[in-house]
Structure formats: C-alpha cells, structure tokens
C-alpha cells in the first residue's frame, strides 16, 4: 500500500539524490481507490508557502473528468481521492528538453523535446507503471488520431540514433503510464490509447510554450564553438523566462545538453492548468566554461566568459552516453546501485566510472578494469575483453535490442552478475549519469 502515499502528494519529502522511490507493479485503478484507505494518512506532510501567478493554461482534449476546485499538485492540504483530477503520485511534470550537437537532431535554432515525466514531488520517480499499455505503435497512433501532432514530432522530437519511434515508445512506457489522470478510468467510452494520443498532444503543447533557444539567444547566449558560458548565465536567462522558477541544467563533458522545466498542475494532464515550479534536481553543469555547441560540432571552445556563481553539482538520472559517467541500475522503477569496475551490480560500494566511445551509431564502453564486452552471456569488463557495441534507448543502455537482467537482487556487499537479454528472473534497466 505505499504507493497510496502519492494521493496526499505533499509538497516537503526528504531528496535523496540521485534515488527513486518507485512502485513495482501496475498503479491500481484510480476509480478502486479506498476513501478509508486514504483518509487514514492524516495530514503529515508539509505545504510549501506561495504559488506562482505563471500558470499555462492548455488545450482541452479527450479527458472525460470533470474537474471540480481542484488542488495543486504537490501543495494540497486535504487528502485527493480522485486520481482523474489530481496527478499523484506523480504531481511534479517535467517537460524536458535535449540540445544533440554531434550527432545534430532536430532545427539548428531550437532544442528538440526529450519528454514529460511525473516526479512525486521530491525528485524521485516511478517508471514502467503498465507494461500492459506499453505501445509499440506511436507513430500509427498518431497519425490516425492527430496528424499534426506527429508531423510536428518528426521535426522536434528526435531520437539523436534515428530511432524516433522508439524513442517514442519508451517515453510513453517508462513515464507516461505512471500520469494517474491518464489512466483509462478516467475516459468515459475509453478507446484504446487515447490516453497516449493526449500525452503526446500535452508533451508537445508544452514544448512549444517553452522555447529555449530563443530564451538563452535573447541574453546573448547563443550556440559557439569557441566561447562558453557560466552556470548563472544560463540559470538567470531561463529562470527569468520561466516565472522566476529555477531550471535544471545538464551537461555531458562539460557541454550544455539537457533542460528540465518543472510545473505542477491544477487538475488533469490532459486539460488542467500547468503552474511553473522549481527545479527538483540539482544541476550536473561545470560553474564555468559551460560549452553550448552549434550543431554538428563536437569542437572544443578556447574563451571563457566570467563566472558570477557558485557550482552546484550533484548527480542527476542518466542522458545519452557520451563522454564519462556512472551506470545506474533501475529494477522496477528505482534506482538501486551500480555498475562497478568489473561490470558486476554492487550497492554499497563507489561507482565505477566509464567511459562511452560512440563508432557510427554504436558507441564502446571501458572502465578502469579495462574494455567492457559480453563474454558468455555476461556483461564483463576486463583486460583482453573484446569490446562490444551498444546502443542505447532513451537513456537505457541496449545490447543487440534487448535489455538486461540478473539472477537475484544486489543487496550490501553481494556483487550481482548482469546478463543480456530478459532470461533471468530480475529484469533491471542500466541508465547512463554523465559526469
């Protein structure tokens, strides 16, 4: 019953950084939740003080709720027990964004959407909600349903491998199965993935409220393969242009990749109202020397401008793998552990660092250990290992199109063996944290 936590949604919860509290299984039905069941939490949670007056009202669409004095998400102060008008556990949405400059996705003068992502408020997450509406045909959806959203989408949201239906999947799967107001509940008549088609119409509506590349050019930030930027540059441009809400940036070797915009809403994802809120997650950018690339340049910038700001850096979940960083292993939605040295699942030692090598549209992974290979079914690195060639979904490390599993569960200081493929009885995800 933990998950019934999320329908109070306080807005106060302890950050654990870089963890995510998730639930294992299929969010139960948001018409089967227990007024008893619910009423029973009481008020424990903090309200944090003040709203922001910048809401982004949207677009109706599909969703039959109706919505009646709806509470903010992540600031209520009475138990919701309806789960159609009020998102939780997810009450925080991220629309999130990629800048790819080698290899380039998407127009030279825009950022390209990464997706929208429910947080419970605290900067964790669940993932994988109902792999029972785990489409695995986006593009078909769409076209059928709203034409114009996916010709939009096959301009502005890309997948920098050229897997953009894919990439699509694993977005709808991972994040918007856990959207409580998508549920199919809460459609009157319900056909099928008609919930899909209004998270792909949300996610996109978003984007285009939040243009990034214009908001960074209009203070004189603007893409250079020979000058580079700080931290609270950047943070001052679109914290301004985000109603004085802080923005998560992320970096990948030291290049400007990734923005995270955080809202939360007043009833439904579908034809709710979106209220800009802080970033949840501390940023992964240098203070200094940030490099913000033209596209199709992966050139090394030789001037700085000054810094006016502390570093803030801490890590954040995964982004496309390039450069160095951390393997993180997700098993039902929670980050639990590591990757060490050795290719081995371990949670209670340092994280190994690798190293991600891109050849074509595959891209190598070493560790101090040495070359990272598959020997035998296992994911193995060593000297005299011969190197292997993965891909990547999302942010989910692939071998030969299949994920990974393991025998059993890493707890203390037992080191678990990693296997390609799902034959083994604990399914997990390896998500890339660059560094």
Known sequence: MAWLRGAYNGAVSQHAEGASTAIADKMPSVRSLSSFALSAFGLGQSVLAGTSPNRLSQLSTRASATCNN??????NTTVQTNLCCFNAPGGSLLQTQFWDSSPPTGPSNSWTVHGLWPDNCDGTYEANCDDTRAYTN???????????????????WKDYQGNDESFWEHEWAKHGTCISTLDPDCYTNYQPTEEA??????TVSLFKSLPSYDWLAA????????????????????????GGHSVYLGCSSGALNEL?????????VQSGTFQAADSLTKSTCPATGIKYLPKGTSSTPT???????SPTSTAAPGTPFSGKGYLNVVTSGTQKGCLISAGTWYTSGTCAT????????TFSLSSSKGTCGIVSGKFTCGSGVTAAQFTASGKALVYQGSGFSTDSTASGSTQVTVYTGTGHSVGIEIDWQAL
């Open 70 to 75: 709806p509470q903010l998400s992540c600031h």
């Open 138 to 156: 986006i593009t078909a959806i769409l076209k059928a349903a709203s034409p114009d959203t996916l010709s939009y989408m096959q301009t502005y």
């Open 197 to 202: 088609v209004d998270f792909f119409e949300r």
């Open 219 to 242: 203070a004189g930030i603007t893409p250079s393969s020979t000058t580079t930027y700080t931290s609270a540059q950047i943070q001052s441009a679109l914290t301004q242009a985000h």
């Open 260 to 268: 995270w915009y955080f809202f939360n809403t007043m009833g439904s």
């Open 303 to 309: 001037s700085t401008r000054a810094s006016t700001s």
């Open 354 to 361: 690798f190293t991600a090598t891109a050849s074509g549209s």
